[in-house]
């Protein structure tokens, strides 16, 4: 994830929860996601939520193409 340019706070805090992928965040709450990035600029939080979003939503894809090959 260093390539969001995320601050070394944030990434503190992703080691600090034992987080190893940035995959392993697709199962996590909007909630606990915005309570990692609490007290984080604006930016920096926007980034992470965004690209965190966007594993979601490929994750979601695979998942309905897979289940159509079904």
Avoid at 14 to 26: D, K, M, S
Avoid at 39 to 55: N, T
């Amino acid at each position: 994830m260093g390539e969001l340019q995320l601050p070394p706070e944030l990434l503190s805090r992703l080691q600090a929860e034992e987080v190893t992928e940035p995959q392993e965040l697709t199962g996590v709450s909007e909630q606990e996601l915005s309570a990692l990035t609490d007290g984080l600029k604006i930016g920096p939080k926007g980034r992470f939520m965004k690209a965190v979003q966007r594993m979601k939503a490929m994750e979601a894809a695979e998942l309905r193409s897979t289940a159509s090959l079904d």
